[in-house]
């Protein structure tokens, strides 16, 4: 079975720290994700790319995240500096996407961040 | 903005019963939705789509039903199962434009905790 795989799965840290979290799409998906979950807002997307060009960035704080897909094997989420308001599961995701059609994602696992 | 809400946080059921999990959006411009179940410590999976040409579709025990002049979906499980237990998302997605930004993005609500009691 293909799968998302995201690393790492647990990550504490203290607050100001860099927090680098990974993610290897699906071979072939042309679309990749990056949604947080939290208890209010539910799966709040944060970034995508399409054929690893990045679309809408818009769900993410400017100043402290980044999301980059250096190629078509790995998608990184960056926040620097990390505040305990940043704690959370993210979530990457990979889809093939078709004009036409249902569009179904594939979810990783998820890394749980916690910033002290 | 919360395009899409589910406004039930948890429902509890009984085995064998049925299960009814809602959900309402506010753009109009939706022209698929999806739903994805979630266990603890594992990503959403996805369980069932509907067009939103559409006013239901039926996957063995799962069926959705799609109300576009309401802008409200169901999601009905029959009979319900105690490993049915998990986080159920409702997503929606807005026409995909070659072009856009919207390119196959999915909008999801907040999640209904379903327990199934044996």
């Known amino acids: 079975d293909a799968r998302v795989t995201q690393t790492p799965r647990h990550k504490v840290t203290e607050m100001g720290q860099e927090v680098t979290m990974r993610c290897q799409p699906i071979?072939?998906?042309?679309?990749v994700f990056w949604y947080r979950q939290t208890m209010m807002q539910g799966l709040e997307l944060l970034a995508y790319?399409?054929?690893?060009?990045?679309?809408?960035d818009s769900g993410m704080p400017k100043d402290r995240f980044s999301a980059e897909m250096p190629d078509a094997t790995l998608a990184t989420l960056k926040i620097q500096p990390s505040e305990p308001r940043d704690s959370a599961v993210y979530f990457c995701?990979?889809?093939?996407?078709?004009?036409?059609?249902?569009?179904?994602?594939?979810f990783g696992a998820g890394s749980r961040l916690t910033v002290l | 903005d919360q395009q899409v809400k589910q406004n039930s946080p948890s429902l509890s059921v009984q085995e064998g019963r049925i299960s009814i999990l809602n959900c309402d959006y506010t753009?109009?411009?939706?022209?698929?939705f999806l739903w994805y179940k979630k266990y603890p410590a594992e990503g959403p999976t996805f369980l069932i789509s509907?067009?939103?040409?559409?006013d239901k579709n039926e996957d063995g025990r799962f069926t959705v039903f799609l109300n576009k002049s309401a802008k409200h979906l169901s999601l009905h499980i029959v009979p319900s199962q105690p490993g049915d237990s998990a986080v159920y998302f409702c997503?929606?997605?807005?026409?995909?434009?070659?072009?856009?930004?919207?390119?196959?993005?999915?909008?999801f609500g907040q999640g209904t905790i379903l327990t199934v009691h044996p």
């Open positions: 995701a990979s889809g093939l996407v078709r004009l036409s059609g249902a569009n179904v994602l594939t």
């Open positions: 071979l072939g998906h042309n679309t």
């Open positions: 790319f399409r054929n690893r060009a990045p679309l809408d």
């Open positions: 753009n109009s411009m939706f022209d698929y």
């Open positions: 509907i067009s939103s040409i559409k």
């Open positions: 997503a929606a997605r807005a026409p995909t434009n070659a072009g856009g930004t919207s390119y196959g993005k999915l909008t």
